[in-house]
C-alpha cells in the first residue's frame, strides 16, 4: 500500500516509517514538506495518492497548549480536519493520532474504547476535536496512545520522560517525580507495530488504544527506569499541585483495548517495553 505519514520525524512517526517501510511504499512528510494547519500546503498530498494517511502531527506541550489555544486548535484540529478532508477526496484511510488526555481521569480504572470522553485541558479538548473532524471521513482510525518513549525522541519536546530521568540521574541532581498521576507509558515501537496490524488485517474502522498493558504513576514509571539502568539518584515522590502547572491534567489516564483484543492483537506489558527501549537505546546491555 502507498502510506503518507506526516510528521516522519517525529517520536511515533520515525518508528511508524521502519515498522511500515519493508512492506509498503512510504511517503515521509515532515513540518518542511506538509503544515497541515494549512490547506492548500496538504495538497501536497494528491501528488503522493496514496491509500493511507497518517497524520502524527501535534502540538502537545500541555501547558503552553493552555497560553496558546489557537495554535493548539489549528494543529490539532483544523490539522485533522485537512488532512481528513483531503483523504476523502482521494478515497484514502486518515489515521489521526490522539491521546489519553482526552478523558478527565475521574474513572480510577483503564479507560476502554466505550468511555466517553470529556478532557479538561485544552490540549485533549483539541485533540478530542482533531477526532471527530477526522471521523468526517468514513474511512478512519483514531489510534489513541499516551506517555509515548521512543528512540528519536519527541519532536519539540526534546527527548522524553526516560531520557530527561537518565540524564538528571548523570548530573546526580535530586529528582521528584508525582505519585498521584497514573498513565499507560508506551513504546512508540510497539504503537507504531500495532498500527501496522491494524492497517494490514484490515480492521473495522473506529477507535482503538494502542498502549502498552498495564498502567503505574510517573513516580514508579521513574523507579522502574532506574532499577533497570542501576542508577541511584535521590528520587522523592511528590504531589500533582505542587507542580503549579497551567494545564490542568487527568488524574488516572490509564487505557485498555478491547476491540484489539478481540481481533487477537494484544501489547506486551509496559515494563518489559522499557527494558528493550534501554536497549536500544544503548543504555543497558541485553
Not at 515521509?28 to 502531527?57: G, M, R, W, Y
Request: net charge neutral.
Amino acid at each position: 500500500m502507498k502510506i503518507a505519514i506526516i510528521g516522519a520525524t517525529g517520536q511515533l512517526g520515525t518508528d511508524l516509517v521502519k515498522t511500515l517501510n519493508d512492506k509498503h511504499q512510504i511517503t515521509s512528510l515532515t513540518h518542511q514538506n506538509l503544515e497541515v494547519t494549512d490547506h492548500n500546503s496538504c495538497q501536497i498530498l494528491k501528488e503522493h495518492q496514496p491509500d493511507i494517511i497518517i497524520n502524527t502531527a501535534a502540538f502537545h506541550k500541555t501547558d503552553q497548549c493552555e497560553e496558546e489555544p489557537l495554535k493548539t486548535f489549528s494543529v490539532n484540529a483544523i490539522g485533522a480536519r485537512n488532512i481528513a478532508t483531503i483523504s476523502k477526496e482521494l478515497n484514502a484511510t486518515t489515521i489521526f493520532i490522539s491521546t489519553d488526555y482526552v478523558f478527565d481521569g475521574s474513572k480510577n480504572q483503564p479507560y476502554t474504547e466505550d468511555d466517553t470522553p470529556n478532557p479538561i485541558n485544552t490540549y485533549g479538548i483539541s485533540k478530542l476535536a482533531g477526532e471527530l473532524y477526522t471521523k468526517q471521513n468514513p474511512k478512519y482510525y483514531v489510534i489513541r496512545v499516551a506517555s509515548l518513549f521512543g528512540a528519536a525522541g519527541a519532536s519539540g519536546k526534546g527527548g522524553n520522560f526516560v531520557e530527561t530521568m537518565i540524564s538528571k540521574a548523570k548530573q546526580n541532581e535530586t529528582i521528584s517525580v508525582v505519585d498521584d498521576m497514573w498513565m499507560s507509558p508506551t513504546y512508540t515501537k510497539d504503537a507504531a507495530e500495532t498500527i501496522r496490524k491494524i492497517i494490514e488485517n484490515r480492521l473495522p474502522f473506529e477507535t482503538y488504544h494502542a498502549t502498552n498493558q498495564g498502567y503505574c504513576t510517573w513516580f514508579e514509571f521513574a523507579t522502574e527506569i532506574f532499577k533497570a539502568t542501576g542508577q541511584k539518584p535521590t528520587l522523592t515522590p511528590s504531589k500533582t499541585n505542587q507542580l503549579q502547572a497551567k494545564a490542568q491534567r487527568p488524574r488516572f489516564s490509564a487505557l485498555k483495548s478491547i476491540p484489539l483484543q478481540e481481533n487477537g492483537i494484544t501489547m506486551r506489558e509496559w515494563r518489559t517495553a522499557l527494558r528493550d527501549y534501554l536497549i536500544e537505546k544503548g543504555h543497558i546491555q541485553h
